[in-house]
């Protein structure tokens, strides 16, 4: 998970997340046609990708696949903004730009977490 996601990827991931059960190409294209047109072997190729970045496991029902997602999207983030820390250079300074640039919600949702898991504990 070094990069984020396209666009059509994050969609498709996003309908994953939401459906919390597994689906198929075929579920995930009727979703996706609510809003435009597009075409099965597109979603189809997508959810591959997906399924080979390591975001979707695949498992065989009849001549097709269902997909769900390995991690949620919470965890996915929180590995995206990981990578991004550490890719960083300066991990301090780059934190106080973070810390520096939280809404009012976000601040108070930082100090939510920092209730649950307090710095300095590590977990692994």
Known sequence: ???????????????MWSYRRPASVRDVLEDLRTEREIAYTTVM???????????????????????????TKEAYTAELMRHALAGSGNQAATLVHFLERLTPEEATALEAALQVVPPGSRRG
């Open 45 to 71: 190729t997508v959810m591959d990708k997906l399924h080979t970045k390591g975001l979707l496991k695949r498992e065989p029902v009849g001549r097709a696949y269902v997909y769900e997602p390995i991690a």
């Open 1 to 15: 998970m070094k990069r984020p996601l396209g666009d059509l990827e994050s969609t498709i991931m996003d309908r």
